[in-house]
């Protein structure tokens, strides 16, 4: 078992669709560490690996938005700065699979897959806000919130596969620092 941290919280079932999507926001980050085998008494004694996940925390000098749209999905990012010594980030991310797949499928299929691929959804979003602010010239606090979420709803009688599947992560942590 990997052991993934989002600073300094554990988080399950790091991944959307299979690991085709990390759930974070590679704008909102300012490092990853990977500490395979043998990791050490910092992460717990994990035997496998541990992969430490830590997001901006320096005080942003401007504002800044930056995004993108996909065919998949679309993420933004905010930086903003609040005073000389509180700052924002914030980025958010979610996908429309439904309603580009679906008819993309629908129009290169036959008739019954259709059908199964009419009565499946899948959907997820992320999204990250962290706040910085200097207390002092020596002390910082770093507050970090995270949250995804997963969906999977399936009809399909043929197989007996009739469900509604969600699965979410959502984290908050606080850290005060001397700098």
Known sequence: QNLLLYNGSTIY????ILSFFPQF???????VELSKGGVNAQYGGFI?????????????????????????STQAALELPVSDKWGIYASVRKTYLELLIKPLLNAT????????????????????????????DKNKLVINGFTSEDRL??????IALNGYLKWKNTTLSAKLETV
């Open 48 to 72: 496998s690996s541990a992969i430490a996940v830590k997001s901006k925390e320096d005080i942003p000098l401007k504002t800044s938005v930056s995004g993108n749209v996909g065919f998949l």
């Open 109 to 136: 299929i036959n008739s019954r897959a259709s059908e199964d691929i009419n009565d499946m959804a899948y959907d997820f979003y992320d999204g990250n806000v962290t706040i910085v602010g200097k207390l002092s």
């Open 153 to 158: 709803d399936t009809d399909d009688e043929d």
């Open 25 to 31: 926001n590679i704008d909102h980050l300012s490092s």
């Open 13 to 16: 079932s790091p991944v959307h």
